[in-house]
């Protein structure tokens, strides 16, 4: 009987990084998502003991097509793990409103908390979340000045507030946070209070300060000002443990892979190391990989972490 081998049987030698690109290429980028996103779901974690969903977006740059948009990947983390629960693509950067509904939308955001800037502080959004069984944090910024003007008018000064101070990389910050019940002529819906919060930071003797206000449909009772600025906190992990490791540490924008769905599946690979690492012990994801580079027996172990 004549046989012969298909062109991918295993020779005893690594596959070439060209064989990788057409995988790449060619495979379901939303399906990886959603199971690496079940996977992750299985491993979050708590803050001030609620789920915290952190939803951003962010340009793979090194992917941008000539005279194009680079790909617009808009992420959802678990605040509490640094895991990526889901991921989608917008159409344009443009459309990162509407990518985030729709990631959304395959979550499970029942009982969690979902905190996004203030892109996203939108009608539609929050109402969105609260018929998923969620509860919203939004940031408001000067984007909606309308907004913003009305908030920042608020007898803030009377409010009494709660601050904590922290020392990290050479410089102090202050976050102080004040919060009331809803006023009337707020129209999000479900909202039960706003909050003004107030970043002082000091390094090598300059300061600096960023006052953001929020609208949140968690009442008093479910989020005290501390609380409620512990979930704010927790939302900046999506870039600096998502997003700033991705580029600097796996150096994404550096990356020219543009073909189909690659991009897109190299990003969550990414992802999926990171997280493989967090959940191993590691906060300097540089140095896990290093260690593993060395030890590349004990990559497999990772997954029964």
């Known amino acids: ?143 909606q000045p309308t907004l913003f003007g009305q908030l920042k008018r608020l007898p803030w000064k009377d409010v009494a507030a709660t601050r904590r101070t922290e020392r990290s990389h050479g410089r102090r910050i202050t976050r102080t946070i004040k919060a009331v019940d809803v006023p009337g002529w707020i129209e999000f819906p479900g909202a039960a209070q706003v909050a003004q919060l107030r970043r002082t930071t000091t390094r090598n003797g300059k300061k600096t300060v960023e006052v953001v206000y929020l609208v949140t449909s968690a009442d008093a009772r479910a989020a005290r000002p501390q609380v409620l600025a512990a979930w704010v906190q927790s939302h900046w992990h999506i870039e600096n443990r998502l997003h700033w490791v991705r580029d600097v540490t796996f150096g994404e924008d550096a990356c020219r892979i543009r073909r189909g769905a690659a991009p897109r599946v190299m990003a969550s690979l990414r992802g999926l190391v990171i997280a493989l690492l967090r959940l191993a012990g590691w906060d300097n994801i540089a140095a896990g990989l290093r260690h593993h580079a060395s030890r590349d027996h004990q990559v497999i172990g990772l997954l029964d972490e």
């Open 1 to 143: 009987m004549h046989t012969c081998s298909p062109s991918w049987a295993w020779t005893g030698r690594p596959a070439e990084e060209s064989t990788f690109r057409r995988l790449f290429a060619g495979l379901d980028a939303d399906r990886l998502d959603q199971i690496l996103g079940l996977w992750a779901t299985t491993r979050a974690g708590t803050v001030q003991d609620r789920r915290v969903i952190a939803v951003d977006g962010k340009s793979v740059r090194g992917a941008r097509e000539p005279g194009g948009l680079a790909p617009h990947l808009v992420a959802a983390l678990d605040a509490a793990n640094g895991l990526v629960l889901g991921q989608g693509k917008a159409h344009s950067q443009g459309g990162e409103i509407g990518a985030a509904r729709d990631l959304l939308g395959v979550l499970d955001v029942s009982g969690a908390v979902v905190t996004m800037d203030a892109l996203h502080a939108q009608h539609t959004t929050a109402e969105q979340v609260l018929e998923q069984g969620g509860d919203y944090v939004l940031t408001v910024k000067a984007n």
